[in-house]
Antibody, heavy 122, light 106 residues
Framework: QVQLQESGPGLVKPSETLSLTCSVS????????WSWIRQPPGKGLEWIGNFYYTGSTNFSPSLQSRIAITGDTSKNQFSLRLRSVTAADTAVYYCARLTRGNNGYSLGLDYWGQGSLVTVSS | DLQMTQSPSSVSASVGDRVIITCRAS??????LAWYQQKPGKAPKLLIY???TLQSGVPSRFSGSGSGTDFTLTISSLQPEDFATYYCQQTTIFPPIFGGGSKVEI
C-alpha cells in the first residue's frame, strides 16, 4: 500500500520561502507523476504542480513564478518550495500520486498524504 | 481559461436519498473527469476516474456519467458515511483544475 507523508514547518513568515517534503513509502517514485495540491482553510482544492521522477515539472500558471519542485529518488521523496509567501498562501498542502492510463492520459490522484497545514504569519 | 462549475454547492439530504451532483466544463474535456470525496480534516479520496470508472474499493452506490462538458456523480442511496464534500477535476487540459465542491449534508 502506497503511503505519502508531508513534512515541513507549520509556520512561515511573510516574504520567506515555504518548504515541504513528501516521503513516499510502499512504492517507488519511479514511473509516476507526483502532485502538490493545496486547500486554504474552508475553501476548495487548488492544483499547484506536478513532478515526474525524471525531474521534469509543470506548474500552475498562477504560481509558476514562485515555485520549484524537486525530487530525490534515493530517498523516495519530492519537495515543494514556494517563494515570497503571503497570507494568501496559508493552506493545507497535500502531496499525491497521479495515476495514468495505458494510453498516457491522466486519470486522477489515487494516493494522498494526510496534508500539512502551513500558516503564513509574522 | 477552462472553468469547472459544480452544482449544487451544497445539498441537504437524508440517509437513503438519491443524490446527484453535476459538474460542467467550459469546454469539452471528452471523458477526462475525476470525482473525489473529502471528509472534514481528511485528504480527498478518488472515487471515479474517466467520468464513469469506479476506483477500486469504492461502493457501487457511487456512479458517474457524462462526456464533453456535462458530468454527473450519483449516489444511489445515501449512507451516513457519505456526508462529505465532493469535488470534480478535469484531467486532460493543463492545468488540471478542480471544481468548487459540493457539500452533502443532513
Amino acid at each position: 500500500q502506497v503511503q505519502l507523508q508531508e513534512s515541513g514547518p507549520g509556520l512561515v513568515k511573510p516574504s520567506e520561502t515555504l518548504s515541504l517534503t513528501c516521503s513516499v513509502s510502499g512504492g517507488s517514485i519511479h514511473g509516476y507523476y507526483w502532485s502538490w495540491i493545496r486547500q486554504p482553510p474552508g475553501k476548495g482544492l487548488e492544483w499547484i504542480g506536478n513532478f515526474y521522477y525524471t525531474g521534469s515539472t509543470n506548474f500552475s500558471p498562477s504560481l509558476q513564478s514562485r515555485i520549484a519542485i524537486t525530487g530525490d529518488t534515493s530517498k523516495n521523496q519530492f519537495s515543494l518550495r514556494l517563494r515570497s509567501v503571503t497570507a494568501a498562501d496559508t493552506a493545507v498542502y497535500y502531496c499525491a500520486r497521479l495515476t495514468r492510463g495505458n494510453n498516457g492520459y491522466s486519470l486522477g490522484l489515487d494516493y494522498w498524504g494526510q496534508g500539512s497545514l502551513v500558516t503564513v504569519s509574522s | 481559461d477552462l472553468q469547472m462549475t459544480q452544482s449544487p454547492s451544497s445539498v441537504s439530504a437524508s440517509v437513503g436519498d438519491r443524490v446527484i451532483i453535476t459538474c460542467r466544463a467550459s469546454q469539452s474535456i471528452s471523458n477526462w473527469l475525476a470525482w473525489y470525496q473529502q471528509k472534514p480534516g481528511k485528504a480527498p479520496k478518488l472515487l471515479i476516474y474517466a467520468a464513469s470508472t469506479l476506483q477500486s474499493g469504492v461502493p457501487s452506490r457511487f456512479s458517474g456519467s457524462g462526456s464533453g462538458t456535462d458530468f454527473t456523480l450519483t449516489i444511489s442511496s445515501l449512507q451516513p458515511e457519505d456526508f462529505a464534500t465532493y469535488y470534480c477535476q478535469q484531467t486532460t487540459i493543463f492545468p488540471p483544475i478542480f471544481g468548487g465542491g459540493s457539500k452533502v449534508e443532513i
